[in-house]
């Protein structure tokens, strides 16, 4: 953050300047890689500033440009000077699995040939593909720091001729090796973000070793190590790829461009949107809505409008209903419903990440408080008076409520709407559930859920006609 402030400037402009030529940043890339290689020349503090840019700047570009290679080397090399406990720990902890598993695939790696050959299936180039270690120690955070959870450690890429021999080397491995449920990716028919294409999966190898396969053709495997740059080797040819999406970040620099009249607003979108990270979400109707990573349904529904935002009260992410809080991720379908009475809390400001969202629900509280800013200071003064003595209970509860009306209605029982306990809900006037009977929820139109009997006729009749909005309910 602080090298963003010193070079805000000259990061603007160059920024600025990317969204209409690349050539500029592959120059940028490549001579901080150098430098980057020779760092131990300078000083701590330069070493600790030049690894920062390298770590917090360059390598997240390097990802959105699709130059993975560039990307992983950086952040290699910057992680030892910034975090060298973790890297030592790292080290310590895995270069013998590392060896094991190049062995092991060294072995392996000869048996595949002949398997392809037997399907009539080309193989240009099999190899190696050991995991870098910066994002190997991220993916381990993610899970418990255990190692026997990591399969990718080492992976065996795959490059074939063509798309069809993707697939149909992907089924003769299946045919061999029974894949691993969960961990097959077709990154070809749907590409990540930065273009990146692929078959990704995880099979039970010989003598059981579960063992990553990558499979590509050469330009895949290309685009992925050189990203936007290996594009310009095909740039003017007849059958080249487009990738209308792949750098979707441009067009939001350029759009800063226009309204940035000095560095500030360049710099709040790359620290909050582009370094660290996005994901894209749908709306029921399938528009793709673009939102900081880790976002959640409220951001979300800031995203589309502050009204949706303002009355937002249940969030059904793929059909299932989640809580507001919950983070998104990319390709998912968010509904949003809303309910009249519903109004922004402040504790919604602890867990939305969208700088929208959070002036939004600023505004509206501020609004709704008005001027009555003064009652908290009140309420905490008497409260402190409170403790002084039992005698003057009394006599400043009564002060107390006339800034907090005490609400001494009957507790409905609790209710669970699809395993949340924050959804507002009434109970159905039909058939009036209570404790213990077998229960369902009816998602309503601006009014929450309302609880009914399974067994209830107008709940049967509401499930035949809108059997989407049927979620599951439970006693609390």
């Known amino acids: 953050k602080t090298i963003l402030r010193e070079q805000g400037e000259n990061l603007r402009k160059m920024f600025f300047a990317l969204a209409r ?11 901080n890689w150098e430098q980057m290689k020779n760092i131990q020349s300078l000083s701590p503090e330069q070493q600790r500033r030049q690894a920062q840019g390298a770590l917090e700047i360059l390598s997240p570009l390097a990802y959105s440009l699709g130059m993975l290679e560039a990307k992983g080397q950086l952040e290699d ?19 013998q699995q590392y060896e094991e598993r190049q062995k092991y695939l060294d072995k392996l790696t000869p048996k595949l040939p002949p398997l392809f050959q037997k399907e009539r299936i080309k193989t240009l180039d099999i190899h190696k593909r050991a995991k870098h270690y910066f994002s190997l120690y991220q993916k381990l955070l993610r899970h418990d720091m255990d190692l026997s959870r990591i399969y990718d450690l080492v992976a ?8 069809e021999d993707c697939y149909k080397a992907l089924g003769t491995l299946h045919k061999i090796w029974p894949p691993l449920p969960g961990r097959i990716k077709d990154y070809i028919s749907q590409p990540k973000l930065n273009g990146y294409r692929s078959l990704h999966t995880t099979v039970l190898a010989p003598d059981n070793i579960i063992t990553e396969f990558q499979i590509k053709t050469l330009q895949m495997h290309q685009e992925a190590e050189f990203g936007a740059a290996a594009h310009l080797s095909y740039k003017n040819q007849p059958n080249a790829p487009a990738y209308k999406h792949q750098f979707y970040w441009m067009e939001k620099i350029r759009q800063l461009q226009e309204e940035a009249k000095n560095h500030s607003k360049a710099i709040q979108f790359l620290q ?18 673009n ?55 402040e504790n919604w400001l602890r867990f939305v990440k969208s700088k929208k969202a959070q002036d939004k629900i600023r505004k509206f509280l501020q609004k709704e408080t008005g001027g009555q800013a003064q009652k908290p200071k009140i309420i905490e003064r008497l409260s402190k008076q409170l403790s002084q003595g039992f005698d003057e209970l009394t006599e400043k509860v009564e002060l107390i409520k006339k800034y907090i009306p005490l609400s001494l209605k009957r507790r409905e029982p609790r209710v669970l709407i699809g395993g949340q306990a924050d959804i507002s809900f009434k109970l159905g006037k039909c058939c009036e559930p209570k404790p213990g009977n077998d229960i369902a929820a009816f998602i309503t139109q601006g009014e929450g859920a309302t609880v009914h009997k399974t067994a209830c006729r107008n709940f049967q009749l509401l499930r035949k006609k809108w059997p989407e909005r049927i979620v599951e309910a439970n006693w609390s």
């Open 21 to 31: 030529d690349l050539r500029p940043i592959f120059i940028l890339l490549a001579r």
């Open 77 to 95: 090399l910057a992680f030892p000077i910034l975090y060298p406990k973790e890297h030592s720990w790292l080290l310590g902890n895995i270069t």
């Open 156 to 163: 065996l890429r795959i490059i074939v001729q063509n798309i």
């Open 272 to 289: 909050t949107d582009f370094l660290k990270g996005q994901i894209f979400v749908l709306t029921p109707r399938g528009d793709i809505i």
């Open 291 to 345: 939102l900081p990573k880790d976002s959640t349904p409220i951001d979300f529904a800031y995203a589309i409008h502050s009204t949706l935002g303002d009355h937002c009260e249940v969030a059904k992410v793929d059909g299932k209903i989640i809580s507001l809080k919950t983070p998104l991720q990319t390709g998912q379908t968010v509904e949003i419903i809303t309910n009249k009475r519903q109004r922004p809390s």
